[in-house]
């Protein structure tokens, strides 16, 4: 456990108890990065979030494959973050705007997630639905791209979140 960044924590987490599969390597996008594989990841929850430790990283979004294809749609409350939740969406080839997952967007913090401390995603039992607490990070994309990926994967490992492959997109911290 790295005490890199131990300070405050918001907490998002994924109620997705089952898990879901290892997160592959990136797939045909036209990326030449090489993610570190991670493997099956362990009990999807506890996401922390610390606020101002990490670079405002643009995401590069190309799209990863992954295992099966799931759609969602926005319910009116995520109007205003519409945008940044879709490119967030895009960090995943197979999933789809249109119906399946009710993504809805709050600005309190969740709390029936399962998880203890300021919890600002949920996605409930891998795609019942998800709830996002926008106004909590300058990373929305991020953080639904992170929701979203609890479709199929739990956590990859501590540390901050990034575009820079679907592991890490999958890690349990969204510093900034
Ligand atoms: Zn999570």
């Known amino acids: 456990m790295k005490s890199t960044v131990s300070r405050v924590a918001l907490l998002f987490a994924a109620v997705a108890a089952t898990v879901l599969g290892s997160i592959p390597a990136a797939s045909a996008?036209?990326?030449?990065?090489?993610?570190?594989?991670?493997?099956?990841?362990?009990?999807?929850?506890?996401?922390?979030?610390?606020?101002?430790?990490?670079?405002?990283?643009?995401?590069?979004?190309?799209?990863?494959?992954?295992?099966?294809?799931?759609?969602?749609?926005?319910t009116a409350s995520c109007n205003q973050w519409a945008g940044e939740i879709r490119q967030g969406a895009t960090a995943w080839n197979q999933l789809s705007e249109g119906g399946g997952t009710p993504v809805s967007c709050q600005t309190t913090y969740i709390t029936d997630c399962g998880a203890t401390g300021a919890i600002i995603g949920c996605n409930y039992n891998a795609g019942d639905r998800?709830?996002?607490?926008?106004?909590?990070?300058?990373?929305?994309?991020?953080?639904?791209?992170?929701?979203f990926g609890h479709d199929w994967y739990g956590h990859s490992g501590d540390g901050c979140a990034s575009w820079a492959s679907p592991a890490d997109v999958m890690r349990t911290t969204i510093c900034g």
């Open 130 to 147: 998800i709830t996002l607490v926008p106004t909590a990070t300058g990373q929305v994309a991020l953080l639904a791209a992170h929701e």
């Open 29 to 74: 996008a036209p990326t030449p990065d090489q993610p570190t594989a991670v493997q099956a990841a362990p009990a999807p929850d506890g996401v922390r979030f610390v606020p101002g430790k990490g670079q405002a990283v643009p995401p590069k979004i190309t799209g990863w494959d992954v295992p099966t294809a799931r759609q969602y749609y926005l």
